[in-house]
């Protein structure tokens, strides 16, 4: 199966479209012209809804709901499946709840896919890695050194796990994507990211960051892999669509890049001086924080992604000035995009 623009694919299901990557990614089908797509999400009470206004999609499913209508005809023409729901919350402290929603619901969407020959796309995550001391190697090699510091983390690898045991790996994508952020993740609260929380914090008073409470690292240079979200649903739809990728691959911009880098350019895009107060590091965070990840892409390259468009400051800057600061979600073949 290949991606072309004369010979389209069936329909598209996006677990998860309600969400941050997940409406990122229906935008970014949309933008390329394909709107046959079959968005299956969980709007509760939140503002997820806000995140589908603009996008064009041919029908909505719950997820709770989404089992159940595998083999009805509602679905029967589904041919890509990208599984992207889940519960991300890394602070969840209710496991049974984890592994239903990130290991049993996947694995039963999974067999459903390559029952009907599929091509099944999903999200496992950077924290599968835990403190990163036994590397951040993508493929299934090195699967079972990783121990995940929280329960997310493990609900995760539990997966990759049960698709490496049943020599699933040859015919599906895992994703791990590392330190995303940009439009459309309003609605996260506490989980939303470091950019969309420090703005806030700029515009009324000033910006917090964690003090390290490690020896190698001074406070505000702890470091992470951050990625923008248009550069993380580009480079899902080159793996999806590339019938030669299989595996899990890493996705990230492949550089580390501190707290007090990424922070930065926003001031600069609002004009105003760098002000940065650290504050301590929460007890309950202490053991499960990682102070360094950066995703080795090189199998991500290898598969033939050219790599990000945008660097760390061009990509903070057209999140604030873009979408930030006229309070906008994104919006397809628009640059005015839609209210928040």
Not at 311 to 331: F, K, N
Request: net charge negative; glycine share 8%; proline share 4%.
């Amino acid at each position: 199966m290949s991606w072309s623009t004369s010979k389209r694919p069936g329909r598209i299901l996006v677990t998860g479209g309600d969400g941050f990557i997940g409406s990122a990614l229906v935008w970014a089908l949309n933008e390329r012209g394909h709107d046959d797509i079959i968005v299956s999400g969980f709007l509760g009470k939140s503002d997820k809804w806000k995140n589908l206004v603009s996008l064009r999609f041919a029908d909505y499913l719950e997820a709770d709901s989404l089992l159940e209508a595998l083999d009805s005809p509602r679905l029967s023409d589904v041919s890509v499946v990208f599984h992207l729901g889940a519960c991300s919350d890394t602070t969840e402290t209710d496991c049974r709840y984890l592994i239903q929603n990130n290991y049993e619901y996947t694995r039963q969407l999974a067999e459903w896919s390559l029952k009907g020959d599929r091509r099944f796309v999903y999200a496992s995550s950077a924290a599968t890695y835990g403190d990163g001391s036994a590397g951040m190697q993508d493929g299934d090699q090195a699967l079972d050194r990783f121990r995940p510091l929280n329960m997310y983390g493990y609900s995760k690898h539990l997966f990759d796990v049960h698709a490496k045991r049943n020599g699933w790996f040859d015919r599906i994508v895992g994703l791990k994507y590392f330190n995303v952020f940009g439009p459309n993740e309003a609605h996260k609260g506490e989980m939303r990211s470091v950019v969309h929380k420090a703005y806030s914090q700029i515009c009324n008073t000033k910006v917090q960051l964690f003090k390290s409470a490690h020896p190698d690292y001074r406070d505000g240079e702890q470091m992470r892999d951050f990625f923008y979200v248009k550069d993380a649903v580009d480079a899902t739809l080159h793996l999806a669509f590339n019938s030669a990728a299989t595996g899990l691959f890493n996705l990230g911009s492949g550089r580390a890049s501190t707290w007090i880098e990424l922070v930065t350019p926003i001031f600069q895009e609002l004009g105003l001086p760098v002000d940065i107060q650290f504050i301590d590091l929460p007890a309950s965070l202490r053991e499960k924080y990682q102070y360094y990840t950066c995703a080795d892409i090189s199998r991500l390259l290898e598969s033939g992604w050219t790599g990000p468009r945008f660097s760390l400051t061009q990509a903070v800057r057209d999140y604030v000035r873009e979408y930030l600061v006229p309070r906008l979600q994104l919006d397809p073949g628009t640059m005015e995009g839609v209210p928040q």
